[in-house]
C-alpha cells in the first residue's frame, strides 16, 4: 500500500509541477543530426567505459573530513588525481584549483560550463549489501548502486564520456567546454564563492545536480536547531513513566530513517497503546524490546534527501507520534518527543508551528522536517531542515518561527542554543539555453510540453552566470542522492550520456 501511495505521490508531484511551472518557454528546434549522431556515438561507443569511470570515482571516500580542507584531504587529493588521469586519458585538459578541478575540451573565450561536484553525503555502510565505495553492479540488476552513482560522480562520469565524443567527432566548436568538478557542494560553498570572486566562469552553465527537464528555481534552505537542556528539565517522581531517551537521524540533508527511544517504567498497558499507534502508520516498521521495566522502541523509515520529503518515512516524526498516547513529563528526552509532537508532527509543511507555513504556485511549499536528535553535553538538540519557496521576506519567516518558538517555550519549557537560519530561494529567469535543453529532453525521451521547473534542493547553479540545472534524476522517479540506498540506473546514466552530449554540441557548436 505504500509503494501504491509513494507512486502516486510522485505522479502527482511530476505534475503539479509541470502544471504550475513558469510559463512555457520559446520552443527550440529539434536537436541538429550532428549533436543526435554524436549522441548515438557516445552511448555506442562508451556505453562500458562510462560505467567503469564511474566505479573509479565512486571508490573515493570524499565525505567531508573536519581535519582537513578539502585541498588537504589526502582522499580528495587522490580523487583529483584518478580524475585528472581519466579527463587526460581521453584526450581533455585539466587544471586544479584546490577545491575545484576544471576539466575543458576546445579553445575560445567564450565557453560553456558544466558544473557537478566530487563530494558526497556521509553513508552508514551497515545499510549496504556492498561497501558504498564500491560499484555495485550485481545486487540489483540494472541498478548501479554507490554512494555519489547519483549525486554527483554518474553526472562526471557521463559528462567525461561526452565531452570526449566531441572530441573524436572532431566536431567545430566555437565554443570551449569546461567541466567544473568543485569538492565542497555538500559541505562548504564558500571556497568556490571565494574562487569565483577571481576565476571568470563561462558565460553560460548546465549544472548536472539536480532533475529533468530544466531546474530554474530552488528554494532556499535553512535549519531550525534548538537545544532541550539537562538544566530545568522535570524530575518525575520514582516509578513514573517518562521518557529516558530519544535519538534518530544521520545528517542535516537526509530525511531519517532511524530512531529510537526508551520509555521508563512503561506499563502493559502503555505499551500497548504505544504499539497500536505505531501499528496504524504506514511505511513504518518497529521493534520493541522490553529491558525490564523498561520499553525500547526502534523506528525504521526511508530515508531520502530532504528536499523530498514526501518520498521518504522520517522516522524521527513518525516514532514521536507513536510515543504520542499520553502527556510525557518534561525530562529531557520527554521534552524532544513533546516538542515534535506539539510543533512538526508527521507533517512537513510547517503546519503546526505557529504561522509559518506558506506556498508559491511555481515553487511550491515550504518543507519543514527534522532531520538530525543530536545527544549534547548540556541536552538533546532537534535540527529541522527548512526549504522555503519565494513569498516571504527572510525577516518575516524569522519573526513567525521565534514567535512559535516562544509560544511553546511559555507553555511548556525553557530551550537553548535557539538558532534560525533561512537562506534566500533562488530562481533564474529568461536563460539563454533553456529552450535547447528542454527541446533535447523532449526530443529524447518522448516527453512532450516540457516547461522548467523549481526543486527543494539547493546547487552551485545559483553561484554561477546563467546556469541552470539538467538533470541526473527523471521526472517522477525518486532521487536516490543522500539515501541509504543511493543508485542510478544503466538505462538512465546512458540516456543522461546522449542528453549531455547533444546538448553541448547545440550549446558549443
Same mark, same amino acid.
Given at each position: 500500500?505504500?509503494?501504491?501511495?509513494?507512486?502516486?505521490?510522485?505522479?502527482?508531484?511530476?505534475?503539479?509541477?509541470?502544471?504550475?511551472?513558469?510559463?512555457a518557454?520559446?520552443?527550440? @528546434?529539434?536537436?541538429?543530426?550532428?549533436a543526435?549522431?554524436?549522441?548515438?556515438?557516445?552511448?555506442?561507443?562508451?556505453?562500458?567505459?562510462?560505467?567503469?569511470?564511474?566505479?573509479?570515482?565512486?571508490?573515493?571516500?570524499t565525505v567531508?573530513?573536519?581535519?582537513?580542507?578539502? #585541498?588537504?584531504?589526502?582522499?580528495?587529493?587522490?580523487f583529483?588525481?584518478?580524475?585528472?588521469?581519466?579527463?587526460?586519458?581521453?584526450?581533455?585538459?585539466?587544471?586544479?584549483?584546490?577545491?575545484?578541478?576544471?576539466?575543458?575540451?576546445?579553445k575560445?573565450?567564450?565557453r560553456?560550463?558544466?558544473?557537478?561536484?566530487?563530494?558526497?553525503?556521509?553513508?552508514d555502510?551497515?545499510?549496504?549489501?556492498?561497501?558504498?565505495?564500491?560499484?555495485?553492479?550485481?545486487?540489483?540488476?540494472?541498478?548501479?548502486?554507490?554512494?555519489?552513482?547519483? #549525486? *554527483?560522480?554518474?553526472?562526471?562520469a557521463? !559528462?567525461?564520456?561526452?565531452?570526449?565524443?566531441?572530441?573524436?567527432r572532431?566536431?567545430?566548436?566555437?565554443?570551449?567546454?569546461?567541466?567544473?568538478?568543485?569538492?565542497?557542494?555538500?559541505? *562548504?560553498?564558500?571556497?568556490?564563492?571565494?574562487?569565483?570572486?577571481?576565476?571568470?566562469?563561462?558565460?553560460?552553465?548546465?549544472?548536472?545536480d539536480?532533475?529533468?527537464?530544466?531546474?530554474?528555481?530552488?528554494?532556499?534552505?535553512?535549519?531550525?536547531?534548538?537545544?532541550?537542556?539537562?538544566?530545568?528539565?522535570?524530575?518525575?517522581? !520514582?516509578?513514573?513513566?517518562?521518557?529516558?531517551? /530519544?535519538r534518530?537521524?544521520?545528517?542535516?540533508?537526509?530525511?531519517?530513517?532511524?530512531?529510537?527511544? %526508551?520509555?521508563?517504567?512503561?506499563?502493559?498497558?502503555?505499551?500497548?497503546?504505544?504499539?497500536?499507534?505505531?501499528?496504524?502508520?504506514?511505511?513504518?516498521?518497529?521493534?520493541?524490546?522490553?529491558?525490564? !521495566?523498561?520499553?525500547?522502541?526502534?523506528?525504521?523509515?526511508?530515508?531520502?534527501?530532504?528536499?523530498?520529503?514526501?518520498?521518504?518515512?522520517?522516522a524521527?516524526?513518525?516514532?514521536?507520534?507513536a510515543?504520542?498516547?499520553?502527556?510525557?513529563?518534561?525530562t529531557?528526552?520527554?521534552?524532544?518527543?513533546?516538542?515534535?509532537?506539539?510543533?512538526?508532527?508527521?507533517?512537513?509543511?510547517?503546519?503546526?508551528?505557529?504561522?509559518? +507555513?506558506?506556498? #508559491?504556485? /511555481?515553487?511550491?511549499?515550504?518543507?519543514?522536517? @527534522?532531520?538530525?536528535?543530536?545527544? %549534547? *553535553?548540556e541536552g538533546?538538540?532537534?535540527?529541522?531542515?527548512?526549504?522555503?519557496?519565494?513569498?516571504?521576506?527572510? !525577516?518575516?519567516?524569522?519573526?513567525?518561527?521565534?514567535? +512559535?518558538?516562544? #509560544?511553546?517555550?511559555?507553555?511548556?519549557?525553557?530551550?537553548?542554543?535557539?538558532?534560525?537560519?533561512?537562506?534566500?530561494?533562488?530562481?533564474?529567469?529568461?536563460?539563454?539555453?533553456?529552450?535547447?535543453?528542454?527541446?533535447? /529532453?523532449?526530443?529524447?525521451?518522448?516527453?512532450? *510540453?516540457?516547461?522548467?521547473?523549481?526543486?527543494?534542493?539547493?546547487?552551485?547553479?545559483?553561484?554561477?552566470?546563467?546556469?541552470?540545472?539538467?538533470?541526473?534524476?527523471?521526472?517522477?522517479?525518486?532521487?536516490?542522492?543522500?539515501?541509504?540506498?543511493? /543508485?542510478?540506473?544503466?538505462?538512465?546514466? %546512458?540516456?543522461?550520456?546522449?542528453?549531455?552530449?547533444?546538448? %553541448?554540441?547545440?550549446?558549443?557548436?
Amino acid at each position: 500500500m505504500y509503494k501504491k501511495a509513494l507512486l502516486a505521490s510522485l505522479v502527482l508531484a511530476w505534475t503539479t509541477a509541470v502544471a504550475s511551472a513558469a510559463p512555457a518557454t520559446a520552443s527550440a @528546434p529539434a536537436p541538429s543530426e550532428t549533436a543526435v549522431s554524436a549522441a548515438k556515438y557516445a552511448v555506442q561507443t562508451y556505453r562500458n567505459d562510462v560505467v567503469d569511470t564511474l566505479a573509479k570515482l565512486v571508490s573515493f571516500n570524499t565525505v567531508a573530513d573536519a581535519r582537513y580542507p578539502s #585541498d588537504k584531504n589526502p582522499v580528495h587529493i587522490a580523487f583529483k588525481a584518478a580524475l585528472k588521469e581519466e579527463a587526460e586519458r581521453l584526450g581533455l585538459d585539466v587544471e586544479d584549483h584546490g577545491w575545484t578541478v576544471i576539466v575543458g575540451l576546445g579553445k575560445g573565450s567564450e565557453r560553456v560550463g558544466i558544473v557537478t561536484h566530487g563530494d558526497v553525503q556521509p553513508v552508514d555502510p551497515a545499510k549496504w549489501k556492498k561497501s558504498p565505495f564500491v560499484l555495485d553492479r550485481t545486487s540489483e540488476p540494472g541498478k548501479l548502486i554507490a554512494r555519489g552513482a547519483e #549525486d *554527483d560522480k554518474g553526472p562526471i562520469a557521463t !559528462a567525461l564520456y561526452a565531452m570526449k565524443a566531441i572530441r573524436d567527432r572532431q566536431i567545430p566548436l566555437s565554443k570551449r567546454i569546461e567541466l567544473y568538478v568543485y569538492m565542497g557542494e555538500e559541505s *562548504d560553498w564558500g571556497p568556490l564563492t571565494e574562487f569565483l570572486k577571481t576565476h571568470v566562469p563561462p558565460q553560460m552553465s548546465i549544472t548536472l545536480d539536480a532533475e529533468y527537464p530544466v531546474v530554474t528555481a530552488e528554494k532556499g534552505g535553512g535549519t531550525v536547531a534548538v537545544t532541550i537542556p539537562k538544566a530545568g528539565a522535570a524530575i518525575p517522581a !520514582a516509578g513514573e513513566a517518562q521518557v529516558a531517551e /530519544f535519538r534518530g537521524g544521520s545528517f542535516n540533508t537526509q530525511i531519517p530513517e532511524d530512531a529510537e527511544a %526508551l520509555v521508563a517504567n512503561a506499563t502493559p498497558e502503555i505499551e500497548q497503546q504505544i504499539r497500536a499507534r505505531a501499528a496504524a502508520q504506514e511505511g513504518m516498521r518497529y521493534t520493541f524490546e522490553r529491558q525490564g !521495566a523498561n520499553l525500547k522502541v526502534i523506528a525504521k523509515g526511508v530515508s531520502a534527501h530532504s528536499s523530498k520529503p514526501q518520498e521518504g518515512v522520517n522516522a524521527v516524526s513518525m516514532l514521536a507520534d507513536a510515543l504520542a498516547v499520553r502527556s510525557w513529563p518534561n525530562t529531557v528526552a520527554g521534552g524532544v518527543v513533546n516538542y515534535l509532537n506539539d510543533l512538526v508532527g508527521t507533517g512537513y509543511h510547517g503546519e503546526k508551528f505557529g504561522k509559518i +507555513a506558506y506556498r #508559491d504556485s /511555481f515553487m511550491g511549499p515550504m518543507t519543514f522536517k @527534522p532531520t538530525v536528535i543530536r545527544q %549534547l *553535553d548540556e541536552g538533546i538538540e532537534v535540527a529541522i531542515n527548512v526549504r522555503r519557496p519565494r513569498g516571504k521576506s527572510t !525577516a518575516q519567516l524569522t519573526s513567525e518561527i521565534e514567535a +512559535a518558538l516562544a #509560544d511553546w517555550q511559555a507553555r511548556r519549557l525553557p530551550l537553548a542554543n535557539i538558532k534560525v537560519g533561512v537562506r534566500e530561494p533562488w530562481i533564474l529567469e529568461n536563460a539563454p539555453q533553456v529552450p535547447t535543453l528542454l527541446s533535447t /529532453f523532449s526530443y529524447f525521451t518522448g516527453m512532450k *510540453d516540457a516547461r522548467p521547473v523549481a526543486i527543494g534542493g539547493g546547487t552551485n547553479s545559483r553561484l554561477f552566470p546563467n546556469a541552470v540545472s539538467f538533470g541526473p534524476s527523471m521526472p517522477g522517479q525518486k532521487y536516490t542522492g543522500h539515501s541509504e540506498h543511493e /543508485f542510478i540506473t544503466t538505462k538512465q546514466l %546512458l540516456l543522461n550520456l546522449q542528453m549531455y552530449t547533444a546538448v %553541448l554540441v547545440e550549446l558549443a557548436k
